[in-house]
C-alpha cells in the first residue's frame, strides 16, 4: 500500500495571509504520506526562494526533497516539488518544460519502493482552459514518447473545476483520473482542483482531502491523498 498526496501550500501563507512554514510543516507531517507533491513551494520572483526551509524538511520531518531545484534557495521547478520518504530510493528525476503564456512546468521522479520501480510527476497547470490542453497534450508527450515505460502517478493542482471537462479527458487513453473531493478554497471548499491520476497498474482503494483544522488556515487550498495498490503485470505497454 502506497500513500500519495498533493498540496499546494500558496507559498506557506494561510488564509490569515499569514507565512506560517511550521504551520506548513504541521500539515505535511498530518499527512503522513510516503510521496507528497508540493505546488506553490517558491516564490515567483527573485531568487525563488522557497517558502519551506530545505533543513527543516530533514530535520523536523522524515521527508527528503527530490533536488529539482536550479537556484540554491529554491525547493522546486516552478514552484513544483516532491517529497519522498527517506527510506524510499531516488532512482531519477527530470524537470519538464510546459507551453503557456506564464512561468508553469511539471517535474518527474523515478522510485523504488519496496523492490517495485514507479514514474511520479507533478505539475500545477494553467488557469487557462486552451494552455490547460496544451500541457497536458505536451506532458503526456514527454513522459510516454522520451521514457522508458513505468507504472505512473501524476498529481497536482490542474485547476480545472470540472470533472467533464476536455482537458481530463487527454489522459483516459492512458490514465484513470481521480477526485479525492473538494479542495479549494479550504476554508468551505467548493472546487475540485486537485487530482490524482493512475496508470493501469495502479488499483485507487481510498482517496479524500485532509480536512484538519491546520490544514483548513495553512493554505488555501486543502491537500488531497489517495492510498494505492500496485500489480506490475496490470498493463503491458504496446
Request: hydrophobic share 35%; glycine share 6%; aromatic share 6%.
Amino acid at each position: 500500500m502506497l500513500k500519495i498526496g498533493s498540496y499546494n501550500i500558496q507559498k506557506a501563507i494561510g488564509v490569515d495571509a499569514r507565512r506560517r512554514p511550521d504551520r506548513t510543516l504541521k500539515v505535511i507531517q498530518e499527512l503522513n504520506c510516503d510521496v507528497l507533491a508540493l505546488q506553490e513551494a517558491d516564490r515567483r520572483f527573485g531568487p525563488r526562494e522557497s517558502s519551506l526551509n530545505r533543513e527543516s524538511i530533514l530535520s523536523q520531518t522524515d521527508y527528503r526533497p527530490v533536488p529539482f531545484a536550479t537556484r540554491e534557495r529554491s525547493l522546486g521547478w516552478h514552484g513544483n516539488a516532491i517529497l519522498v520518504r527517506s527510506d524510499i530510493e531516488i532512482l531519477s528525476h527530470r524537470r519538464i518544460d510546459l507551453p503557456t503564456l506564464e512561468p508553469r512546468g511539471a517535474v518527474a521522479v523515478d522510485l523504488s519502493i519496496a523492490g517495485e520501480k514507479i514514474r511520479v510527476a507533478a505539475m500545477h497547470l494553467s488557469l487557462v482552459g486552451h494552455f490547460r490542453k496544451k500541457q497536458i497534450s505536451s506532458l503526456m508527450h514527454q513522459l510516454h514518447e522520451h521514457l522508458d515505460y513505468l507504472p505512473t502517478v501524476l498529481i497536482g493542482d490542474l485547476n480545472e473545476w470540472r470533472n467533464s471537462a476536455d482537458s481530463l479527458k487527454l489522459f483516459e487513453e492512458r490514465y484513470e483520473v481521480t477526485t479525492p473531493g473538494r479542495s479549494f478554497p479550504s476554508p468551505l471548499p467548493v472546487g475540485s482542483l486537485d487530482r490524482i491520476i493512475t496508470s493501469p497498474e495502479f488499483t485507487v482503494r481510498q482517496a479524500g482531502v485532509h480536512k484538519s483544522k491546520t490544514a483548513r488556515v495553512a493554505s488555501d487550498h486543502l491537500p488531497v491523498w489517495a492510498h494505492l495498490t500496485l500489480d506490475p503485470s496490470g498493463h503491458l505497454p504496446g
